[in-house]
């Protein structure tokens, strides 16, 4: 098979430790090329560090994280933007709005949004888009800016059938990763009623591993589990579907 993990934090300190080993054994289950999202300048140092480790395997995205945006949200952007001019990334992300936790920063959230929304469209480049409990606000943003121009993926989807619809519509992906395979998601049944086309695969390691690892640090390699719930799914053998989203992710990144 050849996958690639669409979202993956492989630079946090929980992988410091035993990343080589993991590396190697996301390779041998058919992971080719991994994408690392951005956080906030705390950890922008180590994602840059990391991918140029790796060159031909790790590639790098710039953004400020929703849950790292408050008052001084500005800043950040300001770190963003210089990263944004002197390196190459492969996207925008991971930007959006985030309000399980917290919602006393949503106004800075949507605004934070809506500029790294701009800077996508004038460098041309997808966005990676996180959002948790705001799918619709991010819509009526997206709404608002206009579509032209403007293309990426919802990490993490996790919407219903007719919010799924509305994004695929505009151009939009959906980034699936381990949830899919939850007894009580409603993901497989919403994914066998949509398109192929717009379907990318994504870990969010160390967060959400896949069943039967449900409480456990994600692992890379377990990418797999996803791949065969989506093959199972649309009823084709894995490397089928491995074959679907990986030629959608090489669609919607144009400079992997």
Not at 51 to 75: A, C, E, I, K, R
Not at 118 to 144: C, K, T, Y
Not at 185 to 192: N, V
Not at 227 to 240: C, H, N, T, Y
Request: aromatic share 12%; charged share 20%.
């Amino acid at each position: 098979m050849n996958i690639i993990d669409t979202h993956i934090h492989l630079y946090l300190p929980e992988f410091k430790d035993d990343l080589p080993k993991l590396f190697d054994e996301a390779i041998q289950v058919g992971v080719s090329k991994f994408l690392l999202p951005a956080i906030d300048s705390t950890t922008h140092e180590h994602l840059l560090s990391l991918t140029s480790s790796y060159p031909s395997h790790f590639y790098p995205m710039m953004g400020l994280h929703p849950t790292s945006v408050n008052q001084n949200y500005m800043d950040e952007l300001a770190i963003v933007q210089h990263y944004l001019k002197n390196y190459s990334f492969v996207a925008i992300g991971e930007i959006g709005i985030d309000l399980y936790w917290d919602k006393t920063f949503e106004k800075q959230q949507r605004e934070a949004f809506k500029i790294q929304a701009q800077w996508a469209r004038e460098m041309s480049l997808p966005l990676v888009i996180h959002s948790r409990n705001s799918l619709d606000i991010i819509v009526g943003l997206l709404d608002e800016l206009g579509y032209k121009g403007l293309e990426g993926v919802f990490h993490c989807f996790s919407g219903t059938l007719e919010q799924a619809l509305h994004v695929i519509s505009k151009g939009f992906y959906l980034g699936i990763g381990g949830v899919v395979t939850y007894k009580n998601s409603s993901l497989p049944s919403i994914i066998a009623q949509l398109p192929h086309d717009y379907i990318v695969v994504e870990t969010d390691a160390p967060y959400l591993p896949p069943v039967p690892y449900r409480g456990k640090r994600n692992l890379p390699a377990w990418i797999e589990f996803t791949v065969k719930k989506l093959a199972e799914i649309w009823k084709v053998l894995p490397e089928e579907a491995a074959k679907i989203t990986t030629e959608n992710a090489l669609r919607l990144f144009k400079k992997l």
